[in-house]
C-alpha cells in the first residue's frame, strides 16, 4: 500500500509499506472534477502538480489527519499508479479493506459550504458526493467518519448526520451505524447503488465488490452489462461455496461500532439460496422484458441547458410571471387537485431541453416536500422521439419504460402486478422474452400506483407528447390514461408538447407554461455565451463593439423564442467567424437567414452543389426510412452508411466479388470506411444529419452520452472518457488506439441521427420529398440497402470471438428483414439467406451470449436440444424461399431432435403481433411439402406425438385469443388427411405446451399434470368406449377434442369430424 506524508518544507511523498507494517493512516474521501484538475500519481511522482485544483484536497487531508495524530494519508486520485492494470486492479479490490482499515475516514465536500450558510444541511443533502458509485462503499466502510465543508470545517460525523444520510442515500440505520453488511440481501445491497454514477460505466459494479466481499479482475471496455453479469455470477458462486459448507456454517461479523458483542451471520442453506438466486433472476428477466433498446436514447441525446438559462422555472420569484402558473406552488402544493402539469411551445423553442433540465433540477427536498411528506419519491422520465424506432416512439413503448422504472425503484410491486404464469415463465432456465400487451402494462401500472397510496409518492416527468404516432385517438388514449393515473392524490405528472389541439382539450384547467413567452433571456445567454467563446468574435467586439452587440440582440429579436433556430443561426455564423467574416458580412448573413425553420431547411436544401444532390438524396432517405415490417431494434449507425458509395442498394449480389473485397474487421479499413462516411454525412447533409457517440455509464438515467461527431453538431462537442476531444480526428484515435475487436465495438456505438425532429418534418412534407425523389430520380431501395450493409458488418463480426452476442442481435435484424412480407418469397431473399448460412450457424450460442431481446433468442436457446440448423431457423422466421430450396426429403426423415412437422405446426411467434416478426401461423405451403416428403403427423416427440403436441398448442392458444389464423384449421384438415390419429391418450393431451412458454423452456415437458388436462380440454370430454387393445391409459376422440375449438373455428369443426369419420378409427402409435 501506498502512503502520502507530509514532509517539513511543505511537501508531499509517497511512502511503500507492505504486509502487516502498514502504519496507521487518515484516508479521503471525495469526487473527482476533471482528470485535468486532479493530482496523479505522475504528478507527485515527477515534483508537479501543485498548481492543480486538486492540490487543496491533499493539502487538506494532510493537515487534518496531522491534527488526529496521523503521518500517513492515503488519497485515490494519486496513491495508486493507474498506468499499471495489475495495481489498479489489486487498488480496486482492495478498496473497501483499506477504507475499513482506516483511522479517520474525511469527506470533503466541494459544493458544500459552512461559512454565512446557514441552509447548509440543504447543501449537505444535495451534495454530488451521494450520487457517486464509489462513495457507497466510503460511506459504509469506516469505522469513522467525518464530514467537511469545502472550507474544510467540519459538518459533522456519520452518527450526528444519521437521520440526513438515511433520508438521502436509503441505507438503513443500522448498516450507517456498522451493522454487517452480510445481514443485508443482494437485492438491498444493490438498491442501495441504483441511482449511482461512475465516470466509466464498468465502474458502477466494480465500485460495489466491496459491499459484496468480491474479488474479480477488471476488465475496462466489457461495457456496463457484462461487468455486472461477471459481478453477480462471482457472488452467486461465493454464496454457493458458503452454502456448500456444513450446515451450521457462520462466517464472524466485525465489531459493530460502539457494540459490545460480536455478530455471527448464519448463512443460508442450499435451498434458501437457491430461492433468493431464482426469485432475483426471475426479477431481471421481468425488467429485461420491458427494457428495450434505445429506451434512454432520446432523453440523453437532448442538448443540455446553457449554463445559466432555465433556472427561473424553479426561482420563487417566477410564482408572479403572468400568464403562467407556477411550477414550484404546483410541485410542492398537497392539495392541489390538477396534479398534471403542462409545458407547451412551438417547435423547436427548448420544451425537450427544459424537461431534462426539470429532470436533473426538481428537488424532492427543495421543491417537493410539502406534498411527499418525507415519503420515499419514484421518479419516472421518458422521453417520446417521433424519428425514432417504433417503442420510442410508441404509447406500447411508454408504458413498458413506466412500469420498468416502477419495478426498478420499488421491488415490493413485483409480487402486485406479476401473476403466477408470468412468474413462471421468468423463473424458467433461459427465460427471456415475456411478451406484455398494452391492456397488460396499463393494468400493471395501474395496480403499482393503487399498492404505492399512503407509502410512497410518484413523479412522472414525461417530454414529447406531440412526438407519439398513430392518429388523435392515439393521442387522445395516452392524455386519457395520464388524466387517470393523476387522479391518485400521491401521482403527479409533468408533460410537454406541441401546442395542439388535442392537448388543449385534454389539459384544460390544468396548470401550464408556455415556453416561447418566458425564454427571451435564456436565448440572449445562450447568444452571448457561444458566439463570446470564439476568439474571433472576441477580436470583433474589441474593435466594433456596438456593432457585435447589435449583432446578438437582432438574433434575439429574430429567434421569436424559437431556441433550434438561435441554435441553427449561431453556427452558421461561427463558421462564418471560422472562415474570417467581418461584421458587416455576419450582418448581411443573418440579415438573409429566413425567420421560419422551414424556410431555413429549404435553403439548406437549395445549397446543395448539384453534384452532390444525388448522394445527399440517398443519405437523407435512408435517414428517414422507418421500418414498417417489423419492431426494429437497431438504430441507424455510421457503419451501416459506409457503402453508400456504391451505386447499387443490392450490391452484395449484383457484384459477386464485392464480399471478397470487404473486410471490416480490419482495424484500418473500418477505420478508413468511417472517416470517409462521416466525411460524405458532413459534406452532402448540410447539418440535417448528427453523429452521436453511445456510451453505456453506470447510472440508471444516464445510458448514453451524446458527443458531436459531427460539424453539423459544433456546439455540442465534450470529452470522452479518456479525456480526448471526440470530434472527427478524435474518433478515428478512439477507433486506432483499439485492437480490432473494441474498434468493431466502438464503431457500432456511432449512432446517425436528425439533428431535430423539426428536420425530420420538413423532409417528409410532399414538396420536399419530391424533391429528394427527384435528387435521386426516384425513391431509392433503402430496405434492400440496409439488409447488404448488414450482412457485411455480421459477416465481419461474426469471425470475432469476443463479439458473438453483437453477432447474434445482428443476424436478428437481418433475418427479419428477409422474411418481410413482401420479400420473403423472393430469389434475392433466399441469396442473401445462404450467404449467412454457415456463418450464422458456427456462432456460439451460450445462453449467457443471448440476452433480451434478440428476436432469434427462442431458437438459440433450444438449438442444441432440438438439433436446430439453419433452415429451421428459416423455418421460424418464415423466409419461405430459402425453406422451399433446401428442405428435401433426406432432410425431413433424418433429421434428429425436434422434427421438422413441429416446427411448421407451432410457430415460434404465435402471439407475436407487438414484434411482428417471424412466423406467426402455419405454412400450409410448406406443410404440404413437408407431408409429401414423408413426415407423419403420429411420429412420437418427446413424451407425446407431432399430432396431439399440435392440439395441446392449439388448445392453449385458443384459450388466450379466441381468434386465429385459418391456416391453424388447414393445418388440421391436412394432418387429418395425413393419417392423424383420432383417438389420443390422456398423458399425451397433459404436456405442458403453452405457447407463452416457448420462448423460455422446452416445447413440452415431462409432466402429465390432470389438473392441466381438464383446465385445457374440461371434464365434459367423453372417454372412448372401446378400449380392447389400448391398455389401461383413457383415451379420447380428437372428434370430441375438436369440440373445443368450435368457437373460433364454428362450422369448420363439422368438416373436419366428418373427414376424421371417413377415415375410420386408427390407434395413436
Known sequence: MRLLKLLDD?????????????????????TWGPDYEEVTFND??????????????????????????????????????????????????SMFQWYHKSAQCYVYMSDVA?????????????????????????????????????????LGNRTSLLQAIHNVTGVSHGALQGEPLHHYSMETRFS??????????????????????????????????????????????????????????????DQNEGALNRHYLSISNMEQYTLEKERLNAQQNILDSLRYSRMEERKLQINEAQTGTYGWILDPEFRTIPQSDSLLDWLSSCTESRRIYWIYGKPGSGKSTMMRFLGRNISTLDHMLPWTK?????????????????????????LRALLCQLLMQNSDLFSQVVCSNRWAAASAPGAYQIDWTQAELQQSI???????????????????????????????????FLIKIASFQHVKICVSSRPWNIFRDAFKGFPRLRLEDLTRDDISLYINAKLSSHAGFQLLSQYHQASAV?????????????????????????????????????????????????????????????????????????????????????????????????????????????????????????????????????????????????????????SLIPVALSASAADRLSSDHDGANTTQDGFQRKVSRKDDTDAFLQAHKVTVDFFHRTCRDFLLTPETWHMLLGFSTG????????????????????????????????????????????????????????????????????????????????????????????????????????????????????KGGRPILDYLLRPRFPTADSYNVGNQKPNTELLCMVLNHGAHPNQKYGFSSIWALYLCFLADLLKEHPTCHIEYAVALKLMIQAGAAVVLPRSWLSCETDYAFYSHTSLFEDDTDEDRFSTRWTSAVPIVDEKADLGSESYYAVGDLLEHFRPALGLVVDRLKELISSKGTFHPM
Open 10 to 30: 511543505g511537501a508531499l511523498s509517497l511512502v511503500e509499506f507492505t504486509g502487516s507494517d502498514i502504519p496507521p493512516y487518515a484516508i479521503l474521501s471525495h
Open 44 to 93: 507527485l511522482d515527477k515534483g508537479t502538480g501543485r498548481n492543480k485544483i486538486g492540490y487543496r484536497k491533499l493539502t487538506f487531508c494532510a493537515k487534518q489527519a496531522e491534527q488526529d495524530g496521523l503521518q500517513f494519508f492515503w488519497v485515490d486520485t494519486c496513491c495508486i499508479d493507474k498506468s499499471s492494470s495489475a495495481e489498479l486492479t489489486e487498488a480496486i479490490n
Open 114 to 154: 459552512l461559512r454565512g450558510n446557514v441552509t447548509w444541511e440543504q447543501s449537505f443533502q444535495r451534495s454530488k458526493w451521494f450520487t457517486r458509485g464509489w462513495t457507497l462503499q466510503e460511506l459504509l466502510a469506516p469505522k469513522s467518519l467525518h464530514f467537511f465543508a469545502v472550507e474544510g470545517d467540519i
Open 192 to 253: 442501495w447503488a441504483e441511482r449511482r454514477e461512475t465516470k466509466r460505466e464498468e465502474d458502477l459494479a466494480y465500485s460495489l465488490l466491496g459491499i459484496f466481499g468480491i474479488y474479480m479482475p477488471l476488465i475496462y471496455g466489457e461495457g456496463r452489462r457484462s461487468a455486472f453479469a461477471r459481478l453477480r455470477k462471482e457472488i452467486d458462486e461465493s454464496l454457493k461455496d458458503q452454502t456448500l459448507s456444513a450446515s451450521s456454517y457462520f462466517i464472524p461479523a
Open 374 to 398: 418525507n415519503k420515499p419519491l419514484l421518479r419516472i422520465q421518458h422521453f417520446f422521439w417521433n424519428p425514432g424506432s417504433e417503442l420510442q416512439k410508441s404509447i406500447h413503448g411508454f
Open 446 to 480: 395501474c395496480e403499482c400506483i393503487r399498492f404505492l397510496k399512503g407509502s410512497a409518492t410518484v413523479f412522472i416527468l414525461l417530454d414529447g407528447l406531440d412526438e407519439v404516432s398513430g392518429t388523435d385517438d392515439t393521442q387522445t388514449e395516452l392524455a386519457e
Open 550 to 702: 447589435l449583432l446578438t440582440r437582432q438574433i434575439s429579436q429574430k429567434a421569436s423564442g424559437v431556441f433550434l433556430w438561435v441554435r441553427l443561426v449561431v453556427r452558421e455564423l461561427l463558421a462564418g467567424l471560422r472562415d474570417g467574416d467581418g461584421i458587416k458580412t455576419l450582418q448581411r448573413k443573418l440579415e438573409l437567414i429566413p425567420n421560419d425553420l422551414n424556410d431555413y431547411f429549404r435553403r439548406l436544401m437549395d445549397s446543395i452543389p448539384p453534384q452532390q444532390r444525388h448522394k445527399a438524396s440517398v443519405l437523407l432517405q435512408i435517414a428517414l426510412y422507418a421500418e414498417k415490417d417489423f419492431v426494429t431494434l437497431h438504430p441507424l449507425r455510421l457503419i451501416d452508411l459506409c457503402f453508400t458509395d456504391v451505386e447499387e442498394p443490392g450490391f452484395i449480389l449484383s457484384d459477386s466479388a464485392f464480399l471478397a473485397n470487404v473486410d471490416l474487421a480490419n482495424r484500418n479499413e473500418l477505420k478508413f470506411r468511417l472517416d470517409s462516411t462521416l466525411r460524405r454525412l458532413n459534406s452532402y447533409c448540410m447539418g440535417l444529419l448528427e453523429c452521436h457517440y453511445e456510451r453505456t455509464s453506470g447510472s440508471v438515467d444516464d
Open 779 to 894: 425513391p431509392y431501395n433503402v430496405q434492400m440497402y440496409l439488409v447488404n450493409a448488414r450482412i457485411c458488418q455480421f459477416l465481419a463480426m461474426a469471425t470475432i470471438k469476443k463479439r458473438a452476442r453483437e453477432a447474434m442481435s445482428l443476424a436478428s435484424n437481418i433475418l427479419s428483414s428477409l422474411a418481410r412480407p413482401a420479400f420473403r418469397d423472393t430469389i434475392n431473399s433466399a441469396a442473401l439467406a445462404a450467404i449467412i448460412k454457415t456463418a450464422v450457424e458456427n456462432l456460439p450460442r451460450a445462453r449467457n451470449l443471448v440476452s433480451s431481446p434478440r428476436y432469434t433468442n427462442p431458437s438459440i436457446f433450444s438449438w442444441d436440444e432440438e438439433q436446430s440448423s439453419f433452415l429451421t431457423l428459416a423455418i421460424d422466421f418464415d423466409i419461405v424461399s430459402y425453406v422451399r430450396q433446401h428442405l428435401n426429403l433426406e432432410y425431413v426423415r433424418t
